[in-house]
């Protein structure tokens, strides 16, 4: 049910029942200018979350609906309990009005709208089917010359629809006011539904216009106004999304989970919340004793068993989202203008080299991939120009070979441990121009200081230094320069000599072997040697190298 | 024959610039929430500005100035013969539309120009129109000044995250430097009206070389410079000094630019 009517009972009695009429059966229009604003303030304000909501950016922050209902407000201000000498006068104290208050790119369209439609009333002595049409057609050529570039399925595609269905309505010759203005408002809220079809964002977020059901909404408050009716309208149908749109957005996560709760049986509003705390891409549509339910969410068995408890379920469908995208082809990756493949070990790496778009090979350190795996990695990129990240000095060589058995041009960043692989990948960008980024990326590797540390797996002699089983030994740019007892202290060693080196920003990868309280104190440690350094410590899980860093 | 100027609050202003009787300043708002509504940078000190920005569950939006309030300024401006308008970047703003309907309110000759860039940037551009008239140039001369001062202007600025730009949904083309799992403090650039991408680069220490290698033949070379930032002053004087320079202009960022740009963010424009 339409919620103005309450919003309406406030201004009185005016717009509960049809507006005094004359005998030919229009209104007077330096009268009626009032109610009729104070009717489209209240129909929009009872609207406005909904308008707002209708954002194509993911983020709560939409004012669309705020925005046209502070230009309303002014001209309501302006018009409220005021009675005008004339026609002219009413039009032009709204259209002015509307104009100074107007705010937001929404607001400033539609206070256009308003001077559009005062412009053209301000001529008439009367407000009758064919001034309606007028109006409504003042409307939309202040609306369209207002902007530069004219986007279709927006406010301005409303309001022509509404404009010309208006006309039309006007020109039979059972036409009157209320005809006329009820044809308006329903030919505008059609118009809203169409709006995705005219414009990519809103159908791939999901939504109809905000600003084009902003206009349906004044009209209803016009019309209702009009007719002292109550007005009917079909509950929330522009806020459903798309679930189709939502897959093809929606970072891979957990588990789409999505099924139907039969004979609910409950508080409906309480069931939502729960599961829009529970996920992701969260939907909840109900309708009679019927509630479907779609959400990714990393636990579907909570899911399942919170919502049994309401009714039967029934159509459960999961599936690990996680998972497709693992599995993906290459034809269905959207290919960059350049890729990267990077060869890591630790899932923590793995997910940190995914995040900046490299397609990960697992090998390394006692697990090195062949060229022939290397390459079918590149494929998988499915660009044409891919980065290779070795990250590892024994993998430098076999990458070098990948060139000749792919099609694509490949690039060596001879990178030679992970930490000095991420560092790296701060310059990528799979956009750009693929042979400025390589060097790009290049020049970072050749700033880089490149250090590890691991544990002798049996005696030896490395140069002039005895280095016992079981010793933390550390390596900076590939020579050793600390053995110790001890994992702090052996990372303290190298970090001093990074430090001295001249650094100002230090990556630390924590691999296996390593504990959580150890790396504190690491951190905490270097930040005593330097405390301009700037310290970022990850989790990258690799075997063998307890820690890896690189200073730039 | 005179000519006055008309600017948006967003565009930077030196020292006398406001008081001139040929120069009038539009504000743009800001908002928390449906209920409050400030003024560009006279409602809040920047201080209190950025207090609210952090402790504020709602995200600040804001808005362009109503035609009306352009339509108020070219009428206090009758004096003059005729009206040139400077307004923030039409990608960023629909302050240039609100200008340019006004324009056609009036009737009194208005040229409305897109000023491609904000802050420092419109600063510079306004400071050489402004000398444009006080050198006794015509209203053609100061356009055509103003024009070739807005192909001429770079802004180069450091931000500490691109969070609040992707928040507001004026990235741009900058958009490409998000999704990094690492620390990244991106150098940014208003290029052709919008922001794009000039670097990613890690710690702040390399942002600020980053600017420096950029902006140094432009200050050896002795053109203007206009600092500006947004709670960040020693990063600023670090940035001068590294020029070579002395700052003497500079700008507190105020809380339209602000909201999207997020606290700790400075840069430097020139011609």
Redo the contacts between chains.
Sequence with gaps: MYQIVDDLLRWGSVCRKPLERSNEGFLAMAIEVAPMVAAAHAALKAQ?ARINDLNV?P???G?TG??MLHTLGSALNETSGKSYGSPEEASKACA?AA???????S??IL??MIRGACEVLAGRRSLDAEAFAAGLEGARERAYA???EPVEGTMLTVIKDAALAAREAAEREDADLLSVAGVARQAAHDSVRRTPELLDVLRQAGVVDAGGLGVAVVLDGVYACVSGQEIEVPESDDAAPDLEEIHAQEVAWGYCTEFLVDGFDGDVEDFKERVYASGRSVLVVAQDDVVKVHVHTQDPGAALSYAGSFGRLAGVKIDDMEAQVRSREPGDRLAARLGVVAASRGDGNR???E???AVVIEGGQGENPSAADLAGAVEETGARAVVLLPNNKNIVPTAAQVGELVEAETYVVPTTNIAAG??V???Y????EPDEVVEEMRDISDSLRVAELTRSVREARIGDREVPEGAYIGFLDGDLIAVEGGVRQTALVIARKLVDGGA??L?LLKGEGLSEGDLEEIVDGIKDLDD?L?I?A?DGGQPLYPLQMVA? | MTTALVTDSTTSLAPGVLERPDVRVVPL?F?FG?DETYTDKLDMTNEEFYERLRDSDV?P?T??P????F?EAYEALSDYDDILVLTLS?KFS?TY??A??AAGMVDRPVQVLDAKSAEMGSGLILLEALRCIDEGGDFDEVRHVAERAIGGARVLFAVGTLEYLA???RIGRAQ??L??????RPVLEIAGGEIV?FK???????QLATIVEEVRPAAEAGRQLYFGHIGAPELLSELAEQLGVEEKLIAEIGGVVGSHVGLGAYGVAHL
């Excluded at chain 1, 960008?429 to 750009?432: A, C, K, L, Q, V």
């Design positions: 406005v950016y983020v709560p922050d004012d705020t925005n002015r104009l100074m208050g107007a705010r937001g790119n607001g400033v206070s256009q207002s902007v530069r997910a940190l080299f995040q900046m778009g991420l560092a990948m701060v310059g960008d799979g956009e750009g100002d920003v990556t301009a700037e970022e990850r730039e | 708002t908002h449906e995200f939006t808005a362009q109503s035609p009306g309030a339509v039409s629909g539309d609100s340019l309907q928040k507001s949904g490409r430097l999704g990094t799992a690492l620390d990244v991408p990613r680069t890690r710690g702040r220490k390399r």
